[in-house]
């Protein structure tokens, strides 16, 4: 033993790979003696190929990048491979590692860190004694502190064209001690957590996440059997999608499909497709393959108050998410640093403009972990929040988008914090978070919390009539007129209806709408509702109109607009004249038409309502323009469209593009006409409305207008 009470090493019975050693040479107070003549120790220690590697294409260059150029390192060239389990680190890090074999000649070494073992992280002082066994130093000559070991590993990897894979890793200060010293080799770190510490050592971080369809679908041809996927290509890629592109839940359905020669792909995404046995489906049958058993681990190295945020976000019935939620869900808005803990875990992952999201089986297991650890008083709380938020910002929302509403429901009434300054980001927020309220909505239905699900739909009557949505229209529709239904709150039933209506109206279900107006007509009778029958006739009306029957609709405006003259309603009105202005123009009562378009007019102005408004002026266009007028049509046409901004009211601006196409048409001018229905086009097509193509084939007939068309 030397004065520092470390072994003194008189002569190693293995070179160390490949660095000759002077005699009496010093190593972090080590005294070090190598024979010359002994050969050199070239360790290979990575672990075989992965079988099946696909995909992954932009990650391995990712990585080449990263560890390419060593000319101005000072150290090793060092990448994190990072995402959540099962995801396939691993495996990338070795398909990148093996393929570059030929610029590390020093060799490879590997070291399995056992972040998430059942012993907990691996000691960096036990990891060192492992590398420093990799390179040649023998076991009973490895120093005992950390200080001396990695002062020998760094000296004996100084000129090596080494590289390492640390997988596992724990934490920044786990591998910092483990970095060889050398500019010419690589390191390879792979973690479930982000360890963004390492980027101050270099480090490029690469975040993994799930296979892309095609990718997942490649990886079960190659595992299952080509012709397997191939007999039955949808089922598979169902599977493939069930599984969501996570390698680990992929290799246990393709070991389950491998070991059954008969087994279909379509049952087995019947059975993936039931939420609640779907973990319980992606597990081996000796269970040393599972998805949840991997999520545990992940779960279980969790902090406990994260691991509770993790629990409660299980609950969340929506996709994305922000911090609004994560207070919601906790109760505290001090929730910040939990939150990051989920990123930092990659149990979560973030997205931009400061919003976040699981991985579908991750939010499955989270879920899972709430039903097992939480009490049902505490799950029904966090979820109740939850919703209760998502209605007062989509109230606060409405508040702005349709400010001269009557508007049903006591948020209404209360003081809210002004989130939205135009409408126009309003309609951004709520298109925004659409499946959001739909998932809250869904969620609140189930739960039998009717006064929530009823409330949303009616926050969400701005969002439908400006942007469209047709399809979570009609669905929030449904659980509203059944939840208001369950409540007995009639006034909110009425109004289910009829907006329920509207979209099936617009939609073309001219029957089902009638019905519901027919409902809600009586049932607003029954109860002294007479803006609610004000409104059903108005809908009988549209539906009349829409359905050709042109007398029919007038008389129903008619009815209707005599009960808001009748109770002072002054906007109801306004809009009442205007789709009687309508009407009367497809029944050829031209002035007529006129006279209401311009009280219809003066009445938005005096309301400051400049969707009436333009509307009024567009029909004032349309009777000009059938009298002959086509110039004076343009003019006014054009000004209701200028009150249409797009990012307010795409469907509204739609039909006024195609009409002012028409009368455009009408006036021989092809160019502007055709600048008008290509817009309604790209339209039509963001709102996913079937009518686009009825506008396409407009386009591309406009060329074959007969002459008296292309008249000025």
């Not at 890090?93 to 992280?121: I, K, M, N, T």
């Not at 109760?331 to 930092?344: F, M």
Request: proline content about 5%; hydrophobic content about 45%; some cysteine.
């Amino acid at each position: 033993m030397d004065r520092s009470g470390l072994r003194v090493v008189n002569e190693l019975s293995h070179p160390v790979g490949g660095s000759v050693l002077q005699a009496g040479s010093v190593h972090g107070g080590i005294h070090v003696h190598q024979r010359q003549s002994a050969p050199v120790v070239v360790p290979r220690q990575l672990p075989a190929a992965p079988a099946h590697f696909t995909g992954r294409g932009d990650e391995v260059r990712e990585l080449s990048t990263a560890l390419a150029d060593d000319s101005h390192r000072g150290g090793p060239a060092l990448a994190v491979v990072t995402g959540f389990g099962g995801v396939g680190k691993t495996a990338l890090a070795l398909h990148w590692l093996l393929g570059e074999s030929d610029r590390f000649p020093d060799g490879q070494l590997y070291v399995d860190l056992s972040a998430h073992g059942p012993l907990g992280a691996t000691a960096p002082v036990d990891v060192l004694g492992g590398l420093l066994r990799g390179l040649g130093v023998p076991t009973a000559d490895l120093p005992p502190g950390i200080e001396q070991r990695s002062a020998l590993y760094r000296s004996l990897t100084a000129v090596k064209a080494l590289v390492v894979l640390l997988d596992d890793a724990a934490s920044t200060a786990q591998v910092r001690p483990l970095l060889p010293a050398s500019r010419h080799s690589a390191v390879l770190v792979t973690s479930r957590r982000r360890l963004g510490g390492l980027v101050a050592d270099g480090a490029r971080v690469v975040q993994l996440g799930a296979l892309a369809p095609d990718a997942a679908v490649e990886l079960l041809r190659r595992a299952v059997r080509p012709e397997r996927v191939a007999a039955e290509p949808e089922s598979a890629r169902e599977v493939a999608v069930l599984c969501g592109g996570v390698p680990i839940a992929l290799h246990v359905v393709a070991a389950r499909l491998a070991s059954r020669p008969h087994s279909r792909f379509a049952n087995l995404a019947v059975e993936l497709g039931d939420e609640r046995r779907r973990l319980g489906a992606l597990a081996a049958e000796d269970d040393l393959l599972s998805v949840a058993a991997c999520f545990d681990l992940s779960y279980r190295w969790l902090p406990p108050a994260a691991a509770r945020l993790y629990r409660l976000l299980g609950l969340y019935p929506g996709t994305e998410f922000d911090r609004d939620v994560v207070a919601a869900l906790t109760g505290s808005p001090d929730a910040d640093g939990l939150l990051d803990a989920l990123v930092d875990a990659n149990v979560v992952s973030d997205l931009p403009y400061d919003r976040y999201r699981f991985h579908d089986l991750l939010r499955l297991h989270a879920r899972r972990c709430a039903e097992r650890d939480e009490v049902e008083s505490e799950r029904s709380r966090a979820l109740r929040s939850v919703v209760s938020r998502f209605l007062d910002r989509a109230v606060a929302a409405d508040r702005v988008v349709t400010p001269l509403r009557p508007h049903l429901g006591e948020r209404y009434g209360a003081p809210g914090a002004a989130r939205f300054d135009t409408p126009a980001s309003a309609l951004d927020w709520l298109e925004r978070e659409v499946p959001n309220l739909v998932a809250c909505a869904e969620a609140a239905f189930a739960r039998g919390w009717d006064d929530l699900v009823w409330q949303l739909h009616e926050a969400l009557w701005g969002l439908f009539l400006h942007r469209g949505h047709h399809g979570e229209w009609e669905r929030t529709g449904t659980l509203a007129i059944e939840s208001a239904t369950r409540c007995g709150n009639r006034a909110a039933e009425v109004r289910s209806l009829l907006q329920t209506a509207a979209v099936r109206t617009r939609t073309g279900a001219l029957d089902e709408a009638v019905a519901l107006y027919r409902r809600a007509f009586d049932l607003a009778g029954s109860t002294g509702d007479w803006q609610g029958q004000a409104t059903a006739l108005e809908g009988l009306g549209s539906s009349a109109h829409r359905g050709g029957r042109t007398s029919e609709a007038v008389d129903l405006y008619r009815r209707s607009l005599a009960l808001s003259e009748e109770h002072g309603q002054q906007r109801g009105v306004a809009l009442l004249l205007c789709y009687l202005g309508y009407a009367l123009v497809d029944q050829g009562e031209h002035s007529a038409a006129i006279d209401h378009f311009r009280r219809s007019a003066r009445i938005a102005a005096t309301l400051a309502d400049r969707h009436c408004h333009a509307q009024a002026l567009v029909g004032l266009g349309a009777a000009h323009a059938a009298q002959g007028a086509v110039g004076k049509a343009v003019v006014e046409m054009e000004e209701g469209l200028a009150s249409l901004p797009a990012a307010e009211s795409l469907v509204l601006r739609v039909h006024v593009l195609e009409k002012l196409a028409e009368v455009k048409v009408g006036a021989g001018d092809l160019s502007g006409a055709r600048e008008h229905w290509q817009e309604a086009l790209e339209s039509y097509t963001a709102l996913g409305d079937p009518k686009a193509e009825h506008i396409r084939a407009r386009l591309d007939a406009l060329d074959d207008e007969p002459p008296a068309h292309r008249a000025g």
